[in-house]
């Protein structure tokens, strides 16, 4: 047929698709209220942050996390969703003290097998760490007394009895000379100061200076060990601060008038701080322990309070007179700073939780009478700037905590609920760590969609449609064509499907975070490879071809480790025992490279340094240890580009460098000297991975001298193709474009800029919205796509935008000032998935984009094993489409044929499957082969918009053959789009 009368066919023969976004199918229509995890209780060990927080499958659990998106588990200490109920959790060197609601006393190092019960029915409270024991109130509600703990079952019991027959209701102020001082009440319900060695006979009351029910010690500082120690004493409603040396103890005349309470004694700069109470309010105090040495802070403000001793100085939040409560700075030399003016005038912005970072402060204020918002500051007012805003619930819900690698924060955004955030002090690197509750959304759940997975043009994702619970599905981007692939947990339990890895033609996944599951796309073929026990779960999932690497944590015997699997039992293996026995080398940065696999492990011997391996155990070693020694290089962001890996790690000399290595010991080496190229101090990736865009690789290092700059580099390989090709001074998102660019947002998110390799940088124009609010949160371009697609903000509202480079659109899903939360775009099948919420449909699939995709689908037959290929390039409406045929018999004709729509493969012979329907299939063309087994056509598509949104399906039959029996190609599923 002639090509003029194809485009006859397409304007008379399907159901034009709409171009505009579109809910794709209601799969839930059950109400859910929710919250988020709720996590919050943030205490940071010396390995790793713990936090307490709900999800769907494990109840209220801890969590652990290092900062990263993979490192964040739950250890499910009681399996199911019970939960173990913490009460308090307490750092404790490496490890984490946890106290359960059913009483009991649990131990663990961050891994399941490293979770251990040491007690029952304590009730444990007011943990206080001493040297390598922890005291703590405990027992019955009737009888709570000190104990103490070493962290484990034999040595946890109680230290000493104050009230017999009675709760003496211990609490640990602080230590001296090695000794703790507690304030505790005695039978005859005296609150008086104790010492204690962690023996009951070496426990003495050191004071008998309050009559029953009067008050007590508040508060306690050493001195060091020649100069004693302050208590401050409370008697009805006035504290008087006492000096003692152990044997005697005496008050502060110069204190004893003063009025008002005193919560906390904080020791800086040689001298100790408090916030005392008199008739303006309370102000700023400091003591050197004597008399005279003792008195108010000169030039103080009032409404002292949040005091925070730093390197960077003494922080605290105060009323100045001019401005409401903000955070102000004491320096070495006495100067009072007053650091933010966040609600201007003598509204108050209420700074709160100042925490010391990575030589900067951390902290919280009010932006409005209901959102707070995160601030950082090197001890400056030039210095100090917002990092995000949240539009909780409440004001001061944000928690914070400085963890071993990342300062991680617990906070309400108004769109996910209070989930984990973590920060490195820049706009863009202030994210989500890890929605824990993925379906809880404000208002209702809807399917809860997520772990969207393009799977070879098909989109799985996990979701439930209120009457099954949370399990595997399936669409081809229609409503019909969206169905439940899995119902591994039956009825309206839920499974907990996630981790979705493509390898080819085949999807492995993990199941109740312990499972290891694999599907073909298909109810029969989606079965159960592995069941590890628990506590053991698998993580850091990596194809290879059809295989697949992974990690297991919880093993009690091998530790964590790399295993393998080909998608059966029998060949799920762990790859070697790096370091033997319980505590593993904790592979991370899993990478395919060729034939090999390159990864990140900590042997214990070179730390955390590049490996390699083939699969065996003797093929699993050390590629290269850039910080020789014990030190770790921390090599991250592993990339494969043009046959190399390229990768940021640290030597211990010249900071965190990009690197680059050709799987060689020899050939592993620095891309460039950064620094020689942008002079200041560098602090690494700063979270941003290289990008792949064209033909070049980007990536992102930051200056901090004598400004904060963002230099985005690029790369062709070699030392002397890495350059800079553009600087901003933050950045949010960046992601590819068309050839080689980026598409960067900057300027807080308000402000989005095409970065070119060879060209200078060129602003989109943004959209406008209220008060020039237009804000980027999150922004991708998916493999596939011919947009990038961002996730902006207004006032109240989060929806999608789009930008080809020269314009940007928004896209309102829930119209009005409502946010939609959409999740980050994924690309499947030629369109843009993602969920989003609207108060008809609630937490649902919408397809954003229909573009024109050209899938290959099945395969050619050939009775000698040599089956010929078709290929047809994306066809996009006003472009030229063209067909080719390659490793066909010389000299053949190729007959080409054509329907509508996405059908099903039908056997025609034994191993010969036609996808295009044998019924009403149309001739589109005839072709002859070349010499070389080649042959191509090329039209054009009109510029018309009836032609977006249609499907076909094309394949080629191959006559004559000097092979008996049917020749066919594979076939083209087709989609006619921009």
């Known amino acids: 047929m002639s090509l003029r009368a194809l485009i006859a066919i397409v304007f008379v023969s399907s159901t034009v698709v709409a171009q505009t976004p579109r809910l794709l199918t209601d799969l839930n229509t059950t109400p859910f209220n929710g919250r988020g995890s709720g996590a919050a209780g943030l205490v940071a060990t010396s390995a790793f942050v713990g936090f307490v927080a709900t999800s769907p499958n494990a109840g209220t659990e801890v969590f652990r996390t290092d900062g990263t998106r993979a490192m964040t588990t739950v250890l499910d200490i009681i399996p199911g969703a019970a939960g173990v109920g913490p009460t308090a959790i307490t750092p404790f060197g490496a490890r984490l003290l946890i106290s359960a609601s059913s009483g009991d006393l649990w131990i663990t190092d961050g891994t399941p097998a490293g979770t251990t019960q040491i007690a029952a029915a304590l009730y444990g409270a007011q943990f206080f760490v001493v040297g390598s024991t922890v005291l703590f109130e405990g027992g019955p509600s009737n009888d709570r007394e000190l104990w103490r703990t070493d962290g484990t079952a034999s040595g946890t019991y ?25 304030a505790a009440t005695d039978s005859a319900l005296d609150s008086e100061l104790w010492v204690t060695d962690g023996t009951s006979a070496g426990t003495t009351r050191v004071t008998n200076l309050v009559p029953r029910l009067a008050g007590g010690p508040a508060a306690f500082v050493s001195l060091g060990a020649n100069s004693g120690f302050l208590v401050a004493f409370v008697v009805g409603t006035r504290y008087t601060i006492y000096r003692g040396n152990g044997s005697q103890i005496a008050p502060l005349a110069s204190y004893t008038s003063q009025p008002g309470a005193i919560d906390a004694f904080v020791p800086w700069n040689g001298r100790v701080y408090f916030a005392a109470r008199d008739l303006s309010g309370p102000t700023l105090w ?14 103080a403000p009032t409404g002292v309070g949040h005091l925070t001793a730093t390197p960077l100085g003494l922080f605290f939040s105060a009323r100045d007179g001019i401005a409401g409560d903000e955070l102000h700075r004491l320096d070495a030399s006495g100067v009072i700073t007053r650091l933010t003016d966040v609600r201007p005038g003598p509204t108050p912005s209420y700074p709160q939780s100042p925490v010391h970072y990575s030589g900067q402060i951390y902290f919280t204020a009010e932006t409005t009478k209901d959102s707070r918002a995160l601030f950082v500051t090197d001890g400056t007012v ?55 509750d993925p379906t809880s959304l404000p208002g209702t759940r809807g399917s809860g969609a997520r772990h969207l997975t393009d799977f070879n043009g098909t989109l799985l994702f996990v979701g439930s449609d209120g009457i099954h619970g949370d399990e595997l599905w399936r669409s081809d981007g229609t409503p019909n064509g969206t169905r439940r692939l899995t119902d591994i947990a039956p009825g309206a339990e839920s499974a907990d499907p996630s981790r979705l890895t493509v390898a080819r033609n085949r999807l492995f996944f993990v199941n109740a975070g312990h499972e290891l599951w694999v599907t073909d796309g298909t109810i029969t073929g989606t079965r159960l490879v592995r069941t590890f026990a628990k506590p053991m779960s698998c993580a850091h999932l990596t194809a290879f071809d059809r295989d697949l690497y992974f990690t297991v944590y919880g093993d009690p015997v091998n530790g964590v480790e790399l295993w393998f699997s080909d998608g059966t039992p029998a060949g799920t293996r762990l790859v070697r025992d790096i370091v033997p026995g319980p505590g593993g080398a904790q592979p991370l940065e899993l990478t395919r490279f060729g034939s090999r696999l390159l990864f990140t492990a900590d042997d214990r011997v070179s730390g955390r340094e590049l490996w390699i391996t083939d699969g065996t155990a003797a093929g699993t070693t050390l590629l290269a240890d850039i910080e020789p020694g014990p030190g770790s290089s921390h090599p991250e962001q592993l990339t494969v580009w043009r046959g190399r890996v390229y990768f940021f790690a640290t030597d211990g000399l010249v900071g965190t460098e990009p690197r680059v290595t050709d799987g060689t010991t020899a050939g592993t080496r620095v891309l460039r000297d950064t620094a020689v190229l942008t002079p200041g101090p560098l602090r690494g990736p700063q979270n941003v991975a290289f990008i792949r865009s064209g033909t070049r690789l980007f990536f992102r290092l930051v200056t901090f001298t004598p400004a904060i700059v963002h230099n985005f580099w690029t790369t062709d390989g070699t030392r002397t193709g890495t350059r800079v090709v553009a600087s901003t001074s933050d950045v949010v998102t960046a992601s590819p474009a068309a050839g080689d660019k980026l598409f960067v947002a900057h300027n807080g998110g308000r402000s989005v800029t095409v970065v070119d390799a060879s060209a200078g940088p060129v602003v989109i124009p943004t959209p406008t919205m209220p008060s020039g609010s237009f804000t980027v949160r999150v922004g991708a371009t998916p493999a596939g796509s011919r947009r990038s697609w961002f996730v902006a903000q207004g006032p109240a509202d989060v929806e999608p935008f789009r930008t080809d480079g020269t314009t940007m659109t928004g896209l309102d899903l829930n119209p009005g000032t409502s946010p939609s939360g959409p999740t980050p775009p994924v690309v499947s099948g030629g369109r843009v998935f993602t969920r989003a919420y609207e108060p008809t449909n609630h937490a649902e699939l919408w397809i954003l984009d229909e573009s024109a995709s050209a899938r290959r689908v099945g395969a050619g037959s050939n009775p000698a094993g040599n089956a010929p290929e078709l290929a047809v390039t994306d066809p996009i409406v006003g472009r030229a489409v063209r067909i080719t045929i390659a490793n066909a018999f010389p000299g053949s004709i190729a007959t080409v044929w054509f329907n509508w729509g996405f059908a099903q493969p039908y056997a025609i012979a034994p191993g010969a499957f036609s996808y295009v329907n044998p019924v009403g299939i149309t001739r589109i063309a005839t072709m002859r082969v070349d010499g070389t087994g080649s042959a191509t056509l090329a039209f054009h598509l009109p510029n018309a918009t009836a032609l977006k949104g249609l499907t076909a399906t094309v394949q080629a039959h191959m006559t004559p053959s000097p092979h008996s029996g049917v020749e066919l190609t594979n076939a083209v599923h087709l989609r006619f789009g921009d």
């Open 158 to 182: 109680r230290v000493h009895d104050f009230a017999p027959g009675g709760s003496g209701r211990p609490r640990v102020l602080g230590t001296h000379l090695g000794k703790a001082y507690l």
């Open 286 to 299: 400091s003591s050197d322990g004597t008399d005279t040495g003792t008195a108010p802070v000169a030039n």
């Open 382 to 436: 030039a210095g100090t700037r917002m990092l995000r805003s949240f539009p909780a619930n409440a004001p001061g819900v944000l928690e914070l905590v400085a963890g071993r690698r990342k300062l991680v924060l617990a906070v309400d955004d108004g769109i996910v609920g209070r989930e984990p955030w973590t920060s490195d002090g820049t706009t863009a690197g202030t994210t989500l760590l890890v929605d824990i």
